[in-house]
């Protein structure tokens, strides 16, 4: 079975902060990762995917996330937040090799950003 | 074209009662997925379902849910005498294939009394 973890429920950031969130996942196989965002009042939104290739993949609105095989990890990164940015972030997983097409997601982490 | 598309947005409904929840996918996507997303167990998938293939319902929490997909396209969720512990959102995704993203509705907020 996949599962996701993200450590970081709640982050209070001031506007031009670095934001690291983090993301494992356990899975035996080979995975496509995600990250999508739910702001305030509207649906999920893809920021961005990792399928092969690069694992330091780029989104949009400046996010890129890093897939480091050996740690299961897909942390997700923006050098400067801004407010807009408050939003809750997702991480999930889809497990290739037998886990079927259904995503996993991991809890989601509410980001505040403040100015 | 449009998104993914879902109704109702709202339905408030008593225990006990039968509901039905619509998605309406992507125009030319041949998966279709449904989610729930409730507080405390954050989103966790239901079933899924790619073109003539079997569904796979590994993620229905009973046999009080099923759902169907007619033509290809929409799909309907019911949920037969629902309970309290059913309020939550109900989202629908699809997308073109097996590895491509999912494109996610805008859900439907399920109130049971």
């Known amino acids: 079975a996949q599962s996701v973890s993200q450590h970081n429920h709640h982050v209070i950031l001031s506007e031009a902060a670095s934001l690291e969130l983090g993301c494992n996942y356990s899975y035996g196989g080979t995975v496509n990762l995600f990250w999508y965002v739910q702001y305030p009042g509207q649906h999920l939104q893809l920021l961005l995917k990792y399928f092969s290739g690069d694992p330091l993949v780029k989104g949009i609105k400046g996010f890129e996330a890093e897939f480091i095989k050996s740690k299961f990890s897909f942390n997700l990164r923006k050098p400067s937040v801004q407010w807009s940015d408050t939003a809750e972030y997702f991480c999930a997983v889809k497990g290739i090799t037998g886990g079927g097409n259904k995503l996993t997601f991991g809890t989601g982490t509410q980001l505040k950003v403040e100015l | 074209g449009a998104g993914v598309s879902q109704s109702p947005s709202n339905k408030v409904t008593e225990k006990g009662k039968d509901v039905e929840l619509r998605c309406d996918p992507i125009?030319?996507?041949?998966?279709l997925y449904w989610y729930r997303q409730s507080l405390g167990q954050g989103l966790e998938f239901l079933i899924y379902f790619q073109g003539n293939s079997a569904p796979d319902k590994s993620g229905l929490p009973s046999d009080r849910f099923s759902a169907e997909r007619t033509g290809g396209s929409v799909s309907t969720l019911t949920i037969q005498r629902t309970q309290q512990e059913d309020s939550a959102v109900y989202l629908c995704?699809?997308?073109?294939?097996?590895?491509?993203?999912?494109?996610f509705g805008p859900g439907t907020r399920l109130t049971v009394l």
């Open positions: 125009s030319g996507h041949t998966a």
């Open positions: 995704a699809s997308s073109s294939g097996l590895r491509t993203e999912q494109f």
